[in-house]
């Protein structure tokens, strides 16, 4: 299965500003998808991004907070922009695979 | 995707075999039994899945209700390092496009 990079791990941010998380896959994948689960809480799926194309947002995300980008089908971004501190949360990529999906290492966001 | 249910904890000791259930009585025809389990501070990996016949592999084992309307992830002997949350996810056959519908999932305690 598919392998990814996900950076940073964790950081801390002061509330306006804007974090930007990687994802590296190791192989090319077609759709790449967005997380966010809340502390306590389950995953949400935020949008999906495919190369060459917008990245489609689940209903409450919105592109200008969320901006994502997905130059080539091994690499994406998701931008958390002028963050609040209900923002704080883990932001995870995923991809699917042949047998289900592979998710990455996650992104504890603090805002403060 | 249809919904599940599980219970929201489970307790187990350490080298004891660990019987997980789930509900999803609204599966349909082309739904596959997936699950996952989130360790600590982790994003959740794929454990096992199946459609209608008992599934076994190295971390687990899937028993499926005749009907499909519940299955059991079996762990035959309980690690303290299979202490997770455990989630029952249906996906779609051809995927769900990402959009898997995380439930809050069985946090499962091991104790030495």
């Known amino acids: 299965s598919a392998v990814i990079s996900q950076k940073p791990s964790r950081d801390i941010c002061q509330r306006g500003t804007s974090l930007t998380i990687q994802c590296q896959v190791d192989s090319q994948v077609t759709m790449m998808f967005w997380y966010r689960q809340q502390p306590g809480q389950s995953l949400t799926l935020i949008a999906t991004?495919?190369?060459?194309?917008?990245?489609?947002?689940e209903s409450g995300f919105v592109i200008d907070k969320f901006p994502i980008s997905r130059p080539n089908l091994t690499f994406s971004t998701l931008t958390v922009s002028n963050m609040s501190p209900e923002d704080s949360s883990i932001y995870l990529c995923s991809v699917e695979n042949l047998y289900g999906y592979t998710f990455g290492s996650g992104t504890r966001l603090t805002v403060v | 995707d249809a919904k599940t249910t599980q219970p929201n904890s489970m307790e187990s000791n350490e080298e004891e075999p660990v019987h997980l259930p789930c509900n999803h009585s609204t599966i349909s025809g082309t739904d596959y039994i997936h699950w996952y389990r989130q360790l600590p501070s982790q994003g959740p990996e794929y454990v096992i899945h199946?459609?209608?016949s008992n599934v076994n592999n190295r971390m687990a084992s899937l028993a499926i209700a005749e009907d499909r309307k519940s299955s059991t992830l079996i762990l035959h002997r309980a690690t303290l390092r299979d202490a997770a949350v455990y989630y029952c996810i249906l996906i779609q056959y051809g995927g769900s496009q990402g959009n898997l519908i995380f439930g809050k999932g069985t946090k499962l305690s091991v104790k030495p």
């Open positions: 199946g459609l209608t």
């Open positions: 991004a495919n190369q060459g194309s917008e990245a489609t947002y």
